[in-house]
């Protein structure tokens, strides 16, 4: 599993990824590849789109605008990535930077565009800082200005576009604020859906400078408490960014479906973000409408459609969960993935949640099987999940399920092709108690049966190759689908271990008869064929046997052919076991 950059922390857990029947995944990092590009830019009411050449040639706008500067400082401000030290000579798009991934998109962009974001950053001291929360959706800082004349506070602020706008009671146009109304307002919605419908990831941006009589110079911030203005700012623009999805996650999430297995997403990002991204892997069908499309259609808003995530009831969530397949869940907290993977089980589904961050760790608990991711994820994650991705990618989960598929399926043949030969070997000692013939199969040769025909060929089963139809089966059910089962037991003990057990007695009779007993001749002759003072037993032609005689060739002979016998036996039905163990994974 480790070499498929699945590392298994609970060995349980590979059995239960076998049985796993919704997959419920981040976006960012898991389906999408983690490397943010700015591609787009909105401010003075218009999109531009990004040149991240390291020449700046293709920039397609004034970069000496008053609104692009500002947007610039804050994107470069409000941002905790930076470049690692020692790569002045390489080119800026080939640093390492160390960061968030959309963090480390904003500051290579605006170290091309703007300039050195280090001097940017010692000129504008900061203060305080609010870190991006999944609860806020936005992050905030409050820096000193560079103009030694000015001893205002400048707070900058980015985040969930909505969010943004909720606290701004100005935008600015052309470099001077003017009011937020219901124009702008419109004006800002439409960039807001054009860029998230080409399934980039949209962040806005706004500032404010701080009343100095409320905030003067030494001011002490409390960012518990929140002790300053977060709101009647100016919003300055939209920066998106793009995150292609991974190339093998289309494939996989086919593989999930083919396999009935409901792939969920729940993200944090914006519904219409999410439906492109969702679209692109294959998680939504072409052609199937979403609550937004619907929303369009009928002209109506879209909580008329369908209530947003934070206003979903349980029964409302289960209703969801139960009559769709194709689900993506948006703009969803922490707290609310936990609540999809309660409805998830209520409905009986074995669930496997992905989750990098501090506050997934309730949902990677409470899931059957938590996967964290392992280069993005926090170290708290990574300690409540069962599994880790090595590779943060989605198509490990699905290769991870084909795993714990072929464990399960492998099992069942080795036990199947161990229970087989107990008839076998059970048969010939009942033979030789109830009919009284001489004992067929000693206990020496049981022995070397069982080490030689049992031990081996059933550890082999356990590397056997996955069928091909692995992956196009239901997911087994955990509370009813054993490892053995009654069809099992019945197939080992009443029709392959009877196969052998014939095999042994054909092989048994054949080697007596030709020494001169036939099967109705042994009948009854037990008690003389083992006694030492008998010199004269009679076979089928009147030959007379001394008892060295007996041992030497009555016995020794039929052992060997029939435990020949009895082990190209199992390896015949091993090979049918194979066949049928996978018809018991299926049909059990």
């Known amino acids: ?65 008053v609104t692009w500067l500002s947007l610039a400082r804050i994107a470069g401000l409000c941002n905790r990535a930076q470049f690692k030290a020692g790569q002045d000579s390489l080119p800026i798009l080939k640093r390492d930077v160390a960061g968030d991934a959309s963090e480390s998109a904003l500051l290579k962009c605006i170290e091309l565009s703007f300039g050195v974001v280090r001097a940017m950053r010692d000129k504008n001291k900061k203060v305080a800082e609010i870190p991006f929360n999944s609860t806020n959706k936005y992050q905030l800082s409050v820096h000193e200005t560079e103009d030694p004349n000015d001893n205002r506070y400048l707070l900058v602020m980015k985040g969930a576009p909505e969010r943004i706008l909720d606290r701004c009671s100005t935008i600015m146009i052309q470099g001077k604020e003017q009011p937020m109304d219901e124009e702008m307002k419109e004006a800002f919605q439409n960039a807001y859906m054009e860029l998230g419908g080409l399934g980039e990831r949209v962040l806005g941006f706004c500032h404010g400078l701080l009343p100095e009589d409320q905030y003067p110079k030494g001011f ?62 294959g998680i939504i ?32 969530i289960d209703d969801i969960l139960r009559n769709h397949t194709e689900i993506v869940f948006a703009r969803t907290s922490p707290q609310q993935k936990l609540i999809i993977v309660e409805g998830c089980q209520r409905l009986g589904a074995i669930v496997a949640v992905t989750g990098d961050g501090v506050n997934d760790s309730p949902a990677l608990k409470k899931a059957d099987i938590g996967v964290a991711m392992g280069i993005s994820g926090s170290d708290v994650s990574k300690q409540a999940a069962d599994m880790i991705l090595l590779d943060d990618n989605f198509a490990s989960i699905v290769t991870g399920v084909e795993e714990g598929r072929l464990i399960f399926d492998n099992l069942k043949k080795s036990i199947a092709y161990t229970l087989t030969s107990n008839i076998p070997e059970i048969t010939p000692f009942l033979f030789f108690i109830i009919v009284n013939i001489p004992l067929p199969l000693g206990t020496i040769t049981i022995l070397c049966i069982d080490l030689g025909t049992d031990m081996v060929p059933a550890i082999s089963l356990a590397y056997e190759a996955a069928e091909s139809d692995i992956m196009k089966r239901q997911p087994r059910n955990p509370f009813r689908d054993k490892l053995v089962n009654e069809r099992l037991i019945s197939i080992a003990y009443g029709q392959i ?92």
């Open 220 to 281: 002490a911030f409390d960012t518990d408490d929140v002790n300053f203005q977060t709101d009647n700012l100016c919003f300055v623009g939209l920066i998106s960014m793009i995150d292609p999805p991974r190339a093998a996650v289309p494939d996989a999430v086919g593989k999930c479906r083919s396999a009935g297995i409901k792939v969920i997403m729940v993200t944090g990002d914006h519904p219409i973000t999410a439906k492109a991204i969702a679209k692109g892997v």
């Open 285 to 316: 069908s072409e052609g199937n409408e979403t609550v937004e499309d619907i929303a369009a259609r009928l002209n109506i808003p879209v909580s008329q459609v369908n209530p947003r995530p934070e206003d979903l009831s349980q029964d409302q």
């Open 497 to 588: 271990g009877m196969i052998q057990a014939l095999g042994g007695f054909f092989a048994y009779f054949v080697i007596m008869a030709e020494n001169g007993f036939l099967p109705g001749h042994l009948v009854g002759i037990r008690l003389n064929w083992d006694d030492r003072a008998v010199n004269d037993l009679e076979d089928s032609y009147g030959q007379q046997w001394t008892y060295e005689q007996r041992k030497d060739r009555g016995v020794h002979l039929p052992h060997r052919p029939s435990s020949s016998a009895s082990w190209w036996c199992s390896g015949l039905t091993s090979s049918s076991a194979k066949l049928d163990v996978t018809l018991f994974s299926s049909r059990a």
């Open 1 to 65: 599993m480790a070499k498929k950059n699945c590392l298994v922390k609970n060995l349980e857990a590979v059995e239960t990824l076998g049985s796993t029947s919704t997959i419920c995944s981040d976006k960012t990092g898991t389906l999408t590849q983690n490397r943010m590009t700015v591609a787009h830019m909105w401010f003075d009411n218009q999109i531009h789109e990004a040149d991240t050449t390291e020449d700046q040639s293709g920039a397609a706008f004034d970069k000496s605008s």
